[in-house]
């Protein structure tokens, strides 16, 4: 008996908001399929409100309404039957968030959620990542988004602590990230890694995927600290516009990825990681398994 569902997840970050739908093909005695069928990625950067002002602009807000209002076509065109809209550090932050939820549901008919940074990490972590690691081994998770970054430490496939960190891509941008919250977060992971000999990372997050996939590395093999660093340095020496024009980078890439770098290589250093994996999962895969198995409210379409 073959039994199959879509489900959506809506990541609303504070760089990008996405779109993911995905197949749940469930077979008899088999274990379930999770097949990505689309997403859809806007760029319109909430972060630059947020941390800036402390509200969603107008003009962006409008912006979220005609996205939510094209994602709830979507999702009625691919006849998903469950959502979940999950909004993070940009809207949890701005205070007119709730305003902008109840805004944007009148508008689009898109129910939002805003969750916090515990949250955030404990859906992602409902992701398949156990399929990706050695069960022997200890890694450092690093979720790099434009506001947080969700830290896990990960021990013998058992997650032994976790934090979020107000330390993002559109944060370094807007230079709001203060020498405190760096040495904080370098002080956690000192603390949560000096018990164990090896370390690896594993990154998630746009800016990672699109190294990864640059590189030209098959998937599961690891990049190492040295070709992040020579990429880094290489970065630096072209201007916004050239790695636009040079390195095709799009537009709200061409920026945020080097403070995503200084992200993953400062937890490399910290931690002593030598190498760091790219599974390319993020918080849409977690919203879609969490909606499966019911950890997480979902709204029925």
Known sequence: MLKINKYAAIDIGSNAVRLLVTSIIEQENKPVIFKKNS??????????????????????????????????????????????????????????GLEVCKSILEDSKVSIDIIDGNEEATIIAATDLKTFIDPNKTYLYVDVGGGSTEFSIIHNSVKKASKSFKIGTVRLLNHTVTYDTWN???????????????????????????????????????????????????????????????????????????????????????????????????????????????????TTL
């Open 39 to 96: 997403l859809v990625r806007v760029p319109i950067r909430l972060g630059a409100d947020a941390f800036a002002s402390g509200t969603i602009s107008d003009y962006n807000i409008q912006r979220m309404k005609d996205t939510m209002t094209a994602f709830y076509l979507l999702m009625k065109s691919h006849g998903v039957v469950k959502y979940k809209a999950c909004a993070t550090s940009a809207m949890r932050e701005a205070v007119n």
């Open 184 to 298: 904080t977060l370098e002080s956690w992971i000192n603390s949560n890694t000096k018990e164990y000999d090896k370390i690896e990372l594993i990154g998630s997050g746009g800016n990672i995927n699109k190294i990864f996939k640059i590189s030209g590395k098959d998937m599961g093999k690891p990049l190492s600290y040295f070709y992040l660093t020579s990429y880094y340095n290489d970065l630096q020496n072209y201007t916004y516009e050239e790695r636009i024009t040079e390195l095709n980078l799009n537009q709200d890439r061409a920026d945020v990825i080097l403070p995503a770098l200084r992200i993953y290589l400062s937890a490399m250093k910290w931690s002593g990681a030598k190498d760091i994996l790219v599974p390319k999962i993020g918080l849409s895969d977690g919203i879609i398994k969490s909606i499966f198995y019911n950890t997480i409210s979902s």
